[in-house]
């Protein structure tokens, strides 16, 4: 259901745009043309750091590995607990969120010991 603070006829052309993108190239295409290198890469940043809360990393891990700030890394978490389930979503259906794997499938060797910022958000 979309969310009535987006939903515009021009968010529509966008998403109607994007799912008509049939390869990973053809989105490299349309996202150059698009966003900037820094937009495309916070995006992608995002959505790892959801990747990785889904599949128990510590904040200080998620940090380590994408680089994210604490802000944006409790932004993603916030989402994930009481968003729309966007992140979840879209990465089950890649076979990438859950606990005990490293988000591709894989056996989770992933600090599962929880920190303090953990605790709190």
Do not use: H, W
Not at 64 to 93: F, H, P, Q, W
């Amino acid at each position: 259901m979309p969310l009535s603070k987006l939903k515009d006829k021009t968010i529509d052309q966008l998403f109607e745009a994007i799912l008509t993108l049939r390869s990973v190239e053809e989105c490299y295409l349309f996202f150059d043309d698009l966003c900037t290198v820094n937009e495309i890469q916070a995006l992608a940043q995002r959505l790892e750091v959801a990747r990785m809360l889904g599949c128990g990393y510590t904040y200080s891990r998620i940090e380590e590995e994408t680089g994210a700030s604490t802000a944006t890394i409790s932004r993603v978490k916030r989402c994930l607990l009481y968003g729309n389930d966007g992140y979840k979503m879209a990465l089950e259906r890649l076979g990438r969120f859950g606990p005990g794997t490293d988000g591709a499938g894989n056996p989770q060797e992933a600090d599962k010991a929880g920190s303090a910022r953990d605790a709190d958000d």
